[in-house]
């Protein structure tokens, strides 16, 4: 066990007590909210959904084929969903690390690996030749090892990754203090190729400008309530209104879909996050952290916690929480245990930042499937697809999932035509009640996994046997 048995006191709740309830990337002037789809509207091509995949997809629908009149349409606003409540940690891989790619598909993942990279770069490319501003940084991350065990398969994680063209380094006790200063930390391995930082929805705001300047027209507040085929190709209903389109890409990742194949595969997963106030240069120096990295714990229940450009750290995850029913509810995104028990874990790995407030706290719904990275598919005689399922590693996959998804829908050559990735999906959940006993069972397996230095017990070893799993 390394993690405090305490439970959270005073002083941690006290931490958060006047955070703003909202994510703090959302917590600044936007642009204006644009108009909801009232009456009938056509469209070439119809994206449902303004986080990055529905983003990328509209951007990259324009880009590479001109001729199209896209619209996107989002059922809040931009970036309201996951998109715009993630740590920012944005990763080449494609397959929620080399480790599930391995287990997965061991033939393809050079290539996968390969392609991650490329999508990457074509990433910063567009964001430096657009001039969206998104603090992006490539700091590199580091996975930090706080027993033995740990710090063995971080051992054997260095391999891997440069046998996949990775640069990594393994660090040791002292290393690891000397980049993040914690009693907790024992070592680390630090991933620095293929990891960068950003803020989230600078880059949503950035993408959708970007598409409008492209002639993409984006409507907010505009709920996708259903679909049918159509003589215009597909006929999406929403509250105020109709849309007549050739083709439908949804991008609605955990929110529930109107397809049996996506509600089947993807359960909305709640993860949460404190971000702190800005931190003075003495709190900074007291902790090291010069290189700015993103961090997580290398646990099965991790967490992860960044930099910010404004000189913050957000500190999330390790709960991942699912609700019985499998909805995305606005009650949802604030859950006090899942604070608290944040505050507390926080101040053990830095003692040194006693006093230290957050300033604002939030949970998000994560689109996670048996796999942990997207699935595709079409129904409807190919006019409508989808690209869903990231399971928390969505920021940077995302632009190359909205390709795939624009691949099958247009029938174009893809770069994973033929692979296993593509034509594979993950194994279904089973139906309610069975699926949140199930997955209840899961988290408490993997807690008692932790708490046993990783050892895995019956029901885990059975779920790996059978390519199952539960993440975030
Ligand atoms: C707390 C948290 C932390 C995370 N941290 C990271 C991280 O550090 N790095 C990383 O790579 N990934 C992370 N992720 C995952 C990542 O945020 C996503 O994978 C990524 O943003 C891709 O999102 P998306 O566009 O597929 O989904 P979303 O951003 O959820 O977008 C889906 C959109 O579809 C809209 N929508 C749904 N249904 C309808 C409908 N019927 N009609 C109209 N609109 C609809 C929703 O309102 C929503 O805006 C995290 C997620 C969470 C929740």
Known sequence: MVWPSSPPDDADRLSYADAKPMPFWLDRPRPEARPPATGETKADLLVVGGGLTGLWAAVRARQEMPDLDVVLIEGESIGSGASGRNGGF???SLVHGINNGLARFPNEVAKLEQLGLENLEAIKSSVTATGIDCDLTSPGAVETAMTGHQFDDLGEAVGELEQYGHEAELLD????????DSPLFTGGLWQKSGECLIDPVKLCDGLARLAESLGVRIHENTLMTGFEESDAGVTVSTADGRIDASQVLLATAAFRSPVGAIRRRVVPVFDYVLMSE???LAQWESIGWHNRQGFSDSANQFHYYRPTADGRILWGG?????NYGGRVEEDYYQRDESFAGLAH?????FPQLEGLRFSHRWGGAIDTCSRFFAFYGTSRGGRVGWAVGHTGLGVGASRFAAGVGLDLLYDRESPVAGTDYLRSLPMPFPPEPLRWGAIQLTRNRIAAADRKGGRRGVWLKTLDRLGLGFDS
Do not use: G, I, K, N
């Not at 874990?345 to 790995?349: G, K, L, S, T």
């Open 318 to 322: 390790y709960d991942a929480v699912y």
């Open 90 to 92: 944005m990763s080449s």
């Open 278 to 280: 800005p931190l003075t």
């Open 345 to 349: 874990r926080f101040f053990a790995a």
């Open 173 to 180: 006790a002292e290393a690891m203090r000397s980049e993040l």
